[in-house]
T-cell receptor
Framework: KAGVTQTPRYLIKTRGQQVTLSCSPISGHRSVSWYQQTPGQGLQFLFEYFSETQRNKGNFPGRFSGRQFSNSRSEMNVSTLELGDSALYLC?????????????FGPGTRLTVL | AQSVTQPDIHITVSEGASLELRCNYSYGATPYLFWYVQSPGQGLQLLLKYFSGDTLVQGIKGFEAEFKRSQSSFNLRKPSVHWSDAAEYFCVFTGGGNKLTFGTGTQLKVEL
């Protein structure tokens, strides 16, 4: 069974640009969560998508957005990049079923904003 | 507010020694608690989880954790540490659903 795929693995952008990151979950998983990891703030929840709908959202500005496609692949977009957006962005694939199940994390996309 | 606290930012142990990583949570009901490990190039991996029932849970790689409601704690333990255990360890909480709240992490260094 293939794992969680995130592309690209590394990105360098300049302030003011926008960026799109992609995540393909494990086959059969319809829920995808996104997290930001920085040295200062640690790991923080961005949002969760399930069946193409945002189901939960963290405390991030509106510059951070996401979407999910009918094949469960998800993208997140950051507009008007700031230096502080430099981070590792992790995607998690969430199994179906009631209650809570283990989340499977991808390798992440390392974004550097210059 | 719901939160998890990991009081130790860095811990150094000798290979073969025992290990205990501390975690405290703040939540009004019974939480879902996890320990994840992050190694360079390995991504985040689940070590173990607690939902309910037995308060001592066993995980992968010889790790275990004990849920203590009276102390609001969920400490991770391993009787004998291996050099390959060097990594960052996160105590993680959710009240339900897929929104995880991560602790600040404990960086484990293993001395040979």
């Amino acid at each position: 069974k293939a794992g969680v795929t995130q592309t690209p693995r590394y990105l360098i952008k300049t302030r003011g640009q926008q960026v799109t990151l992609s995540c393909s979950p494990i086959s059969g998983h319809r829920s995808v969560s996104w997290y930001q990891q920085t040295p200062g703030q640690g790991l923080q929840f961005l949002f969760e998508y399930f069946s193409e709908t945002q189901r939960n959202k963290g405390n991030f500005p509106g510059r951070f957005s996401g979407r999910q496609f009918s094949n469960s692949r998800s993208e997140m977009n950051v507009s008007t990049l700031e230096l502080g957006d430099s981070a590792l962005y992790l995607c998690a694939s969430n199994p179906p079923g009631q209650g809570y199940n283990e989340q499977f994390f991808g390798p992440g996309t390392r974004l550097t904003v210059l | 507010a719901q939160s998890v606290t990991q009081p130790d930012i860095h811990i150094t142990v000798s290979e073969g020694a025992s290990l205990e990583l501390r975690c405290n949570y703040s939540y009004g009901a019974t939480p879902y608690l996890f320990w994840y490990v992050q190694s360079p190039g390995q991504g985040l991996q689940l070590l173990l989880k607690y939902f309910s029932g037995d308060t001592l849970v066993q995980g992968i790689k010889g790790f275990e954790a004990e849920f203590k409601r009276s102390q609001s704690s969920f400490n991770l333990r391993k009787p004998s540490v291996h050099w390959s255990d060097a990594a960052e360890y996160f105590c993680v909480f959710t009240g339900g659903g897929n929104k995880l709240t991560f602790g600040t992490g404990t960086q484990l260094k293993v001395e040979l």
